[in-house]
C-alpha cells in the first residue's frame, strides 16, 4: 500500500500537523500551582549537581526522554530520524510512536526502525496500545532491538475517534499477560489525559513496575480529534484529564513499588524539576522535541536538550539540592486548587 494513501499513514500526519498548532496556543498548566521554596544561600555549587537518576535497568545521565510521537508515513520517517540524531547527540531515551501500522503494514517498518539505524546503541522505547497481541508487542521489541516497550492508553481518544475502539474489558488481562511474556521493562503510559491513584492500583496489582504518567497540560488529543473532523461533537472533552502535576500526587503512594515517570505539558526546565520533586524518576516530552525538529532543525534541539538539563541543574541550585534525592525531600507549596484536589482524594 502507499504510504501516504493508507488510512493510518494520512491519521499520523494530521496528528503531527495539529500537535505542531496546538503548539502555539497557551494551554493551561497545573506546574504553575506547584511552588518551590526559595533558598539565597545555596550550598552546592554547580559542579556539585548531578541529576543522573536510574529505574530498573536504565542508568542515565540526564533524567529526561524523548517521548512517543510518531512513525508510519513518509513526512514521521524523516521526524523519527530527526529525534533519532537528536538522541543520539544527547544519549536520552527516545520513543516511537504506535507501531500498529508497520505490525500489519512491514514496508511502514523504515519509518520506526530508522530510529536503530541512527541510534545503533541507544536506549529506544517500542511502542504500541493496549489491544496489541502477544505476538504483535513481541515483534514490535524485535523490530526496533527495543530496551523497553511502552503501552499506550488511551480511551478517551478512542471514544472521541468515530473509528476508535470501543471494547475496553480485555486491556487489563492483556497488559498483564505482556507484562509477564516480554523479556523487556513495559512501560504503561497515558497520551496526556493523566492517570488516577485507581488506574495505577489497577496496574500495579497486574504487576506493571512501570508507570508514565503522561498527564493533562500539553498535547492533547481530544481537541486534536475533534480537530481532524467536521462532526465536533465531543469538543466539550477537551479539558477532560488529570494534569501532570494532580497524577503524579496521585502516583505518591507507588513510588516504593513502580517507577513512575512523568510527561505531559512539560515546557521549562522548572517544570521538569517539578516533576523530579513530585517523585518523577525521569521527565519525557514530546510536543517540545517534535517543534524542535521540525521548526528549528537538529542542531537547536541538541543544543535545546543540552541547555534543559543545564538549566535544571542551575534550578538545582535555588532549592539547595545536589542530586534527585535531594530534591525530592525539599519543600513544595500547592496552591489552594491543587491542595482541595489532594484533600478530597485524601492524598495528603
Ligand atoms: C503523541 N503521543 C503518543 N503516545 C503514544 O504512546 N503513542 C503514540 O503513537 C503517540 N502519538 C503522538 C503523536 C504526536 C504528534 C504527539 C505530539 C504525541 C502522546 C505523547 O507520547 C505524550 O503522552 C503526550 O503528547 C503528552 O506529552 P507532551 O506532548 O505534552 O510533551
Request: hydrophobic share 40%; with cysteine.
Amino acid at each position: 500500500m502507499n504510504r501516504e494513501t493508507d488510512p493510518r499513514s494520512r491519521r499520523k500526519n494530521e496528528h503531527v500537523r495539529h500537535a505542531l498548532e496546538q503548539a502555539s496556543q497557551t494551554a493551561f498548566s497545573d506546574f504553575d500551582n506547584v511552588h518551590f521554596v526559595h533558598q539565597s544561600i545555596p550550598s552546592v555549587n554547580m559542579e556539585d549537581v548531578d541529576l543522573s537518576t536510574r529505574f530498573g535497568p536504565f542508568a542515565l545521565p540526564r533524567p529526561l526522554y524523548i517521548n512517543a510521537m510518531t512513525g508510519g508515513s513518509e513526512w514521521t520517517r524523516e521526524i523519527n530520524g530527526k529525534l533519532a540524531e537528536v538522541a543520539q547527540a544527547t544519549g536520552v531515551p527516545m520513543a516511537v510512536g504506535s507501531m500498529h501500522a508497520a505490525l500489519k503494514h512491514p514496508e511502514l517498518s523504515d519509518s520506526f526502525t530508522i530510529v536503530r539505524t541512527r541510534y545503533p546503541d541507544g536506549i529506544i522505547f517500542a511502542n504500541v496500545g493496549a489491544d496489541i497481541s502477544l505476538d504483535g508487542a513481541k515483534r514490535a521489541v524485535d523490530m526496533l532491538r527495543a530496551d523497553a516497550l511502552q503501552i499506550h492508553i488511551n480511551a478517551p481518544q478512542e471514544l472521541i475517534m468515530p473509528e476508535g475502539d470501543r471494547n475496553f474489558k480485555s486491556w487489563r488481562g492483556n497488559i498483564e499477560n505482556i507484562v509477564r511474556h516480554v523479556d523487556v521493562p513495559v512501560i504503561i503510559k497515558e497520551v496526556g489525559f493523566g492517570m488516577s491513584r485507581e488506574t495505577l492500583q489497577t496496574l500495579k496489582d497486574i504487576g506493571v513496575q512501570y508507570a508514565d504518567v503522561s498527564g493533562k497540560g500539553g498535547t492533547n488529543f481530544a481537541s486534536i480529534e475533534n480537530l481532524r473532523r467536521e462532526n465536533k461533537d465531543m469538543a466539550y472533552l477537551s479539558s477532560w484529564g488529570l494534569s501532570t502535576a494532580i497524577s503524579l500526587l496521585e502516583a505518591q503512594p507507588f513510588g516504593g513499588d513502580m517507577h513512575i515517570l512523568a510527561s505531559g505539558g512539560i515546557k521549562t526546565p522548572l517544570d521538569a524539576m517539578k516533576c523530579l520533586a513530585l517523585g518523577a524518576k525521569a521527565v519525557g516530552m514530546s510536543r517540545l522535541m517534535l517543534e524542535q525538529v521540525e521548526h528549528h532543525g537538529v542542531e537547536a534541539a541538541i543544543d535545546h536538550v543540552e541547555q534543559f538539563h543545564h538549566q535544571m541543574r542551575k534550578i538545582s541550585i535555588l532549592i539547595d539540592a545536589k542530586d534527585i534525592e535531594e530534591i525530592t525531600s525539599r519543600p513544595l507549596v500547592l496552591s489552594p486548587e491543587v491542595i482541595s484536589w489532594q484533600r478530597q482524594r485524601a492524598l495528603d
